[in-house]
């Protein structure tokens, strides 16, 4: 019999090359709870074979009659689910003495990601006080043995890793009833759970364009990515173009260390995207919708020198005047010259680098987004490759995605949103993105929802508002998944979108500078009004604000938040330990936050932020004088719009109009109205206090 064992052991580890860490961390002189996830059919053989053979094992019992050959090797005990003695004769085990190894969600996982955890886990625990050890098991999702068939490409061979986490404890509470302390346990399961999922996936030193080469080896080569109106590529056409494309761009962008990159969402903005990560070049996406002047700024700001750019692009796009105003300052690359280009030879060696799966060696894996500056001026937000791929590996420890959805992307990719959950995500996870490249088309999005047969979709409250209205009852019919973010969810568009298509939009919140996503609302956390809970691997503070009683200034830290500030005229700023988001928020005790307000100086207009201090400067420039303020308030079509207040009644909307076309400035940056008062109301400071000029906004005081 111990022969069979050894045999079987040695025979299974070699098979799955199996990898186990933090062993280390296990202490069994004392009674123990281990909540391993439940993946596949062969995650109790494995751990079996890994942890001590007086360990307990919890199992269903037909799970216990089909693999009755390995638990001969093991102690274990049969519970039926459903029936409510099972708990009981568990605390006796453990209470004895014993080791008890069970699985909190109570079923193998059919959606890929965490399931629901059920209250008997925590309840165990709390009756114990016996140490809980969570362990997170990696690969058997992706084995035979799995029920994930038709969802992800299922191997008899996948690498498996199995992870030891962080050992917590649990006690039961006299003042609380046990129906919210069983309640509150299974949640603190479920993040420690998600928590050490993402600790398992998360790497070091990330490369991206790495990351779409493991991609196409555990999806297949074959596997469609890419979509947009012209063209569908797999992971090998993604790969080969990209090796193509990055050798050419190589030798053109000598001794370059950062390019602009003035694309629309396509595959040949992805393809781009990649080559640049493939030889280390940073790309610094640029919005096109700004303008001149605003351009100019980024360039200066992030040194670029060169500029990729499409003619066909620029043609359809009507947008002549960014060519040539930007002329003189920057070098244009089309990249319809650079294919051209292209030799046989260029070709065959971009085949040979595909077929030897030739990996990036680059050390500078960065990429540079521009945001609204507090001064006139555009600030860079410089993101490590880390950084993305560690809010992707946040956001995929939350929500269950498989390669069988597909994702619809009309955010630009020069917005953090747009490029992180739109286009990098589905890269690194296997599925399906179709790019279309302006989220203001609101039938065509529809249409191409109903037509594409897409389960995932992103957008903002104002462009979500605009697809719920156009669109035919059925063609959102396909979709399991609706993200909102970058501006706060209007409740008549979640209600319209519930009682129209019968879809549950999940909120949630970010900024540039982390990447984008902090927190989200998911089918296993989800609550209305919030904009849901941190992301794992998350730390985060409330600063008290003077004058604010509940919640105060969001400070937070983790993998995912930026390198740092890249400041005109000033250079690279590192990142401080704690960022500062600038808005006040309050947190609840299960972990929901809600976004109170904004105390950075910004107004988001249908997704844009748009800097109240440049409208106050810019009014300033105008007029000739300092005597103005901004405030946002809300808007029914564009999200926010912009209210200037002065003392100043020669100030007038047509004059500023002119003087921002004038100086080639975006016209968002218009306010909506002008407001007189006598005095603009100050803080003790000397401050201009935009709390009480919000308060006036809101009531409409001021001459319009």
Known sequence: MVLIHTFIKWFLLLWFRLRVQGMHKLDFSQPCIIIPNHVSLLDAVLLSFCLPSNTTFVANTEIAKKFSLFMRFRKFITVDPMNPYSIRHMIRVVKSGESLVIFPEGRITTTGGLMKIYSGVGYLAMRTGATVYPIIIRGLERSVFSYLKGKVRLSWFPKVNISVGTPFTMHKREDVSMREQKAAASDQILRTLQRELFQARMKE???????????????????IVVKDMTASINYRTLLIGSYLLGS????????QQTVGVLLPNSVGHVITLQSLFRIGITPAILNFSLGVRSLLDCCETAGIQTVLTSRVFIEKGKLDH???????????????????????????????????GKRSTATRNELILFTSGSESKPKGVVLTHTNLYANIQQVLSVIDITSQDKILNALPMFHSFGLTAGTLLPIVAGLPVYMYPSPLHYKVISELCYDQNITIMFGTSTFLAGYGKFAHPYNFYSLRYVFAGAEKLKPDVRQMWMEKFGVRIFEGYGATETAPILSLNTP??????????????????????????NG?????????????????????????????????????????????????????????????????????????????????????????????????????????????????????????????????????????????????????????
């Open 205 to 223: 030193d990330v490369n991206l364009f790495n990351e779409a080469l493991e991609a196409s080896k555990m999806y297949g080569s074959k596997s």
């Open 248 to 255: 050419k761009l190589k030798k053109t962008l000598q001794n």
């Open 524 to 549: 296993l956390a989800n609550k209305q009004g919030t904009v849901g809970r941190l992301l794992p691997g998350i730390d985060f503070q409330l600063q008290q604000v003077e004058g604010i009683e």
């Open 322 to 356: 960014l060519i040539s105003g930007l002329s003189g300052h920057v070098q244009f690359i089309y990249l319809e010259d650079v294919k051209a280009s292209a030799s046989t030879g260029d070709k065959l060696s971009a085949l040979f680098s595909y077929l030897t």
């Open 552 to 704: 105060g200034q969001l400070l937070v830290k983790g993998p995912n938040v930026m390198k740092g500030y890249l400041i005109h005229g000033k250079g690279f700023l590192p990142a401080e330990e704690w960022y500062q988001t600038g808005d006040l928020v309050a947190a609840d005790a299960e972990g929901y936050l809600t976004i109170q307000s904004r105390l950075k100086r910004f107004a988001k207009i249908g997704g844009e932020m748009i800097s109240l201090n440049l409208v106050e400067e810019l009014a300033s420039q105008c007029f000739g004088h300092s005597e103005f303020a901004s405030v946002a308030v809300s808007d029914a079509r564009k999200g926010e719009r912009i209210l200037l207040y002065t003392t100043d009644d020669t100030a007038k909307l047509d004059r500023l109009r002119a003087y921002l076309a004038e100086k080639q400035f975006s016209p968002l940056l218009l306010p909506s109205s002008v407001r007189l008062l006598k005095t603009l109301p100050l803080l003790g400071s000397g401050k201009t206090d935009y709390v009480t000029l919000k308060q006036f906004a809101e009531k409409g005081d001021g001459a319009a």
